[in-house]
């Protein structure tokens, strides 16, 4: 009996800090941005907004873009990435049918004339998935 009780401790030891390491990460939070740029989630929030007042489908496309950002090399806008060939992510045949994409645009362009260079393309991505679920939780 005395016998499992090291590995069962190790096991949990393991499990615990592994859960400590995860929650490490930089992630976005509420507010984040209210010191640098205030209003920024406000303004995300009024994007999403805007486009689902005109096409509610867009709620949904805005998760799976979060998801096609985030799925292989974590968050880093690059699905917003263009180039003049075919080699952009956005170009990419797993990428077909991403929409949302004018949803981050406008969002970044008000935000840049608020304040440059603050709220990154990630986050915006980010806030705007956030905003879509929160949408689709309310009008249920």
């Given at each position: ?34 010191d ?13 907004q ?28 690059s ?16 990428h ?11 969002a ?6 608020q ?26």
């Amino acid at each position: 009996m005395a016998d499992g009780v090291l590995p069962a401790a190790l096991t949990v030891a393991f499990l615990l800090l592994l859960g400590t390491i995860s929650a490490a990460h930089g992630q976005l939070q509420t507010g984040f941005y209210s010191d640098s740029c205030p209003g920024a989630e406000d303004i995300v929030t009024a994007a999403v907004q805007e486009a689902a007042a005109s096409d509610a489908t867009i709620l949904p496309a805005l998760v799976r873009l979060q998801f096609h950002d985030c799925f292989v090399r974590g968050c880093d806008a690059s699905v917003l990435i263009t180039s003049a060939g075919s080699a952009a992510e956005v170009n990419n045949n797993k990428h077909q049918g991403l929409r949302g994409l004018d949803v981050v645009d406008r969002a970044k362009a008000e935000l840049e004339e608020q304040c440059p260079g603050v709220v990154s393309c990630a986050d915006i991505i980010a806030l705007a998935a956030r905003d879509a679920i929160a949408m689709v939780r309310t009008s249920c």
